[in-house]
């Protein structure tokens, strides 16, 4: 019967009038408030209708109350133009075709207003009773598109009703779809359906072909019938008023059949679909297979949904995130976490080896359960494959989603073991899952997954290891934990792959130096110089800044004769450059530290390279360390480090 329909696409019959036998109410019913409201209220006085009347208007009188609607409307006063229309109509006189439809349109432009648009509803209502050609189709849509502001369903089925019944026939283009808009967000594309085959029984008894619904239309017809009345009747009379009008269905007319044949159980019909959409040359089946499975999963059928999804693998067909989620509420309703697994396990076996990783069963599932809040049972699934003997064969799609619900909720520790498995296993992941890992593991402070996932990544030859290094560096340094910056810089620094530079150690050095571990510092600095990375202003003015705060002044002088041969102004390039910050810093140790020979020599070196510095600084810092010093007292002890003091004190301008 379906393929005989479907393929008469030019054949006609009458339908019958029966169809549709809309009641014959007159002006004022459609006033009823409960057409704009679900809870229906007596009917206002100002809406109620003006008595009857057999008063007759003169030529004069007519032309008053017009000139005093058109004045009404050009102030906006909406009640002064009401009211005038309401006389006019008392006396069974209507304005001008251009005044009328201003009216309508004027009502109808305010849709935060009930009031106004009942009143737009019951001119537009009457015109089309009394007098319809009047009446513009624009002035119809501009009423039907302010009814949809309003959500308005109702009565803007009811003017759609009037239309017909006095046979007023606006174009379906004008109409249709936003009846279908306002129907579709109310809740209520049922109602559409009756409003559909009328116009189909117009369009073919009338010959009007501007009153057939179009393919959208026609689906949204099918769409009610198939998915909200579930009744084969209806969708196999909306499919026969298709062929009546020549509308050929496309994709998501076959997808409603199949979710109500599914829904039905008729397997058969089903077939004949899939046949059908052959014939009418769809290669793309995947809206057919999604209602499908919506259908299955509705009754209950896992075991069919399952043979849908292994079928539609022969076809390369991928399905949506919304579909996967209807699998997945299906299966773990029924608690049917081993279906789940072993329907996995199918698919991978049908899958190509070339498939994106996105595309694969398992990872729509095992993504849907993530996604739906179930990371538990996503995780069951994966150790129900396991435990049915597939460890080898789990594919990344299945681990994937799992390792980013743990990422999103800083579960690191599950997530490296995962990996771990993943790793063991012989499947090799991304570098963007690592990289993501390790910043979720270095944001939750679990830097023992972010090393064991550091080593997986260089285990797995992965080229790229700047990214999560620098997380991890920067991470530590964060969290002032520069023993492990240390350890963890010693372990990488003979690999290629990782960027290694002075600005690392110089890190891990002004950490240590920071939180008073000068020693650490110090083992810092010579593993530094040891492995051949040159330290330059930074790393000294880190080791003078805390050696100062420990009052180690002696390590200073150790440092200065360290590095005094390196500095030059002829070699600056290669070799560390005395600058303003650097003098200031040797200086102010040496001097409080009392090594004044040292402290002259750093004088020499900063006037050798045309370095101003600030002797004010260092009287200070003198008088604040060495005011009791006396000369006679250093002389008779030692008579170099006399020579020294004074050299400084003439140089600082201190009285000797």
Not at 116 to 128: E, P, Q
Not at 272 to 297: A, C, P, Q, T
Not at 608 to 626: G, L, N, P, S
Request: with cysteine.
């Amino acid at each position: 019967m379906l393929r005989k329909t479907l393929t008469s696409i030019q054949q006609r019959r009458h339908i019958s009038s029966s169809s549709f036998s809309p009641e014959s109410p007159s002006l004022y019913s459609f006033l009823k408030p409960s057409l704009f409201s679900h809870k229906p209220i007596t009917l206002t006085p100002s809406l109620s209708p003006p008595p009857p009347t057999s008063k007759t208007l003169t030529h004069d009188q007519k032309a008053s109350l017009e000139s005093t609607l058109h004045h009404s409307l050009a102030t906006h006063n909406t009640d002064e133009a009401w009211k005038a229309f309401r006389s006019l109509t008392a006396a069974s006189s209507l304005p001008e075709k251009p005044l009328l439809n201003s009216l309508i349109a004027h009502l109808s432009g305010e849709t935060t207003s009930p009031h106004r648009l009942k009143r737009a509803f019951a001119s537009a209502a009457y015109v089309i009773e009394k007098d319809p050609i009047l009446l513009d189709f624009e002035t119809v849509r501009t009423l039907l598109e302010s009814m949809k502001l309003a959500k308005a369903a109702s009565p803007a089925l009811a003017l759609v009703k009037c239309m017909f019944k006095n046979r007023f026939f606006v174009p379906f283009d004008l109409w249709g779809g936003l009846v279908i808009d306002i129907c579709r967000e109310n809740g209520s594309l049922v109602a559409f359906l009756k409003v559909f085959k009328e116009s189909c029984r117009i369009a073919i008894d009338e010959k009007l072909d501007y009153m057939k619904p179009g393919l959208a239309a026609c689906n949204a017809a099918l769409e009610a019938s198939c998915l909200h009345l579930e009744s084969l009747s209806d969708a196999e009379n909306v499919i026969e008023l298709m062929a009546l009008i020549g509308v050929k269905p496309d994709e998501c007319s076959f997808g409603f059949l199949a979710y109500l044949y599914a829904r039905k159980g008729l397997k058969e019909k089903i077939n004949e679909l899939e046949s059908l959409m052959d014939g009418f040359g769809f290669e793309n089946k995947r809206i057919l297979y999604s209602n499908m499975i919506s259908g299955y999963v509705k009754v209950g059928d896992l075991d069919c949904v399952s043979d849908v999804i292994l079928h539609s693998l022969k076809g390369d067909c991928s399905f949506s995130e919304e579909t996967y989620c209807e699998i997945v509420k299906g299966f773990i309703e029924s608690k049917s976490v081993k279906s789940l697994a072993t329907l996995i396990i199918k698919a991978q076996r049908l899958e190509s080896e070339s498939i994106d990783i996105a595309r694969s069963v398992g990872f729509g599932i095992i993504n849907a359960c993530v996604n739906l809040g179930f990371s538990d049972k996503a995780h069951n699934v994966l150790e129900e494959m396991i435990a049915q003997g597939e460890e080898g064969s789990v594919g990344l799609g299945v681990y994937l989603p799992i390792l980013k619900a743990y990422s999103k909720e800083y579960k690191t520790a599950e997530a490296t073991q995962l990996v771990t498995e993943i790793s063991s296993s012989g499947l090799q992941l991304d570098v963007e899952i690592y990289n993501a890992l390790i910043e979720a593991s270095m944001t939750n402070q679990d830097f023992v997954s972010a090393f064991t996932l550091f080593r997986d990544m260089r285990e797995t030859r992965t080229v790229d290891l700047k990214g999560s290094y620098l997380t991890i560096m920067t991470g530590l340094l964060e969290n002032q934990r520069p023993e492990l910056m240390a350890a963890f810089l010693d372990e990488v620094v003979e690999d290629p792959r990782v960027e290694v530079n002075s600005h690392d150690w110089n890190s891990i050095i002004h950490a240590f130096c920071k939180s008073g571990r000068l020693e650490d510092a110090r083992r810092t600095f010579r593993r530094m110089v040891f492995l051949r990375y040159e330290p330059n202003n930074q790393t000294y003015l880190s080791l003078i800044n805390g050696y100062v705060s420990g009052e180690k002044y002696f390590n200073v002088l150790l440092l200065w004769n360290e590095i005094k041969g390196k500095v030059s102004s002829a070699d600056a390039e290669k070799r560390s450059k005395l600058d303003h910050a650097l003098v200031d810093a040797f200086l102010y140790a040496l001097v409080k530290g009392g090594f004044f020979d040292a402290a002259m020599q750093v004088v020499e070196k900063s006037q050798e390279m045309k370095i101003f510095v600030d002797k004010w600084r260092y009287k200070q810092a003198f008088m604040e360390t060495h005011k009791k010093l006396r000369l006679p007292k250093l002389r008779k002890r030692n008579y170099k480090k006399m020579e020294s003091l004074v050299a400084f004190k003439n140089w600082a301008g201190l009285s000797t």
